[in-house]
């Protein structure tokens, strides 16, 4: 099943581009330049990781378990990287919250949208994420209790955010990124959660597909896996 994640993901090119191709047309929309597609930066990571073993669900564990752990993980390695370009993404610097070709809103409990400024919406989108993972009701850390219902949709909505947080520091702070050095581990980092939400449905594929071509680009220049027994034998 692991490989089928990198299968959706290249799956998503075409669709991609025809939703990009609508959106543009529709709204006249010009992409700034990509910096983060040249091959001198897709290449850069930090370390030869096998990533596909990383996502793979392991033997015997429960995958709500294995959901749960990974969110927690992948939380604090985003917060890790928005708090170091943290001082240049500023209510002034970053007054929309952009991300890919969009300008996401913030929607609070009462489903109401709102415009807010990039560091604002990454405040709340902490705060939510925190308020999730530390839910005890909703993600239970004693063995004899069981995931809700409400679980899974609470984690899809914990890897929305973070993939928008992921997005906006591609978009708007990349070069930041580079001068202090962090693309390498971006670039392991964004590759690792885009496999993951492919494998386990966590992103809505609309979504995933506003940055296929960085995802296409990082899994071409990849090594290729060399756990290949390892895979087959968690699936």
């Not at 047309?25 to 700034?32: A, H, L, P, R, T």
């Not at 890919?100 to 809103?105: P, R």
């Not at 290729?224 to 968690?234: D, E, F, I, S, V």
Request: charged letters at 25%.
């Amino acid at each position: 099943m692991v490989f089928q994640a990198v299968g959706k993901l290249l799956g998503y090119k075409n669709r991609g581009k025809s939703i990009n191709k609508e959106k543009k047309e529709k709204k006249g929309v010009i992409e700034s330049e990509k910096v983060y597609l040249e091959p001198r930066y897709t290449a850069a990571r930090i370390m030869d990781a096998d990533i596909l073993m990383l996502v793979a669900l392991p033997k015997g564990l429960n995958v709500d378990e294995w959901l749960a752990s990974n969110a927690s993980a992948f939380y604090n390695h985003v917060s890790l990287l928005y708090g170091s370009i943290s001082e240049f993404c500023t209510i002034s610097s970053c007054p929309t919250m952009k991300a890919w070709s969009i300008q996401y809103q913030w929607t609070d409990e009462r489903g109401r949208k709102r415009k807010c400024s990039a560091p604002q919406y990454a405040d709340y989108a902490a705060s939510i994420i925190q308020k999730i993972l530390t839910d005890e009701d909703l993600v239970p850390t004693k063995h004899c209790k069981e995931f809700p219902k409400g679980f899974r949709p609470a984690i899809q909505k914990t890897f929305r955010f973070l993939f928008h947080l992921l997005g906006h520091i591609y978009t708007c702070h990349y070069k930041t990124a580079v001068m202090l050095e962090l693309h390498p581990h971006m670039n392991t980092l964004y590759l690792h959660l885009l496999l993951f939400c492919a494998e386990f449905d966590l992103l809505d594929s609309k979504e995933m597909a506003l940055s296929e071509d960085l995802t296409t680009a990082l899994i071409r220049s990849s090594p290729a896996p060399k756990t290949l027994g390892n895979h087959q034998r968690n699936t």
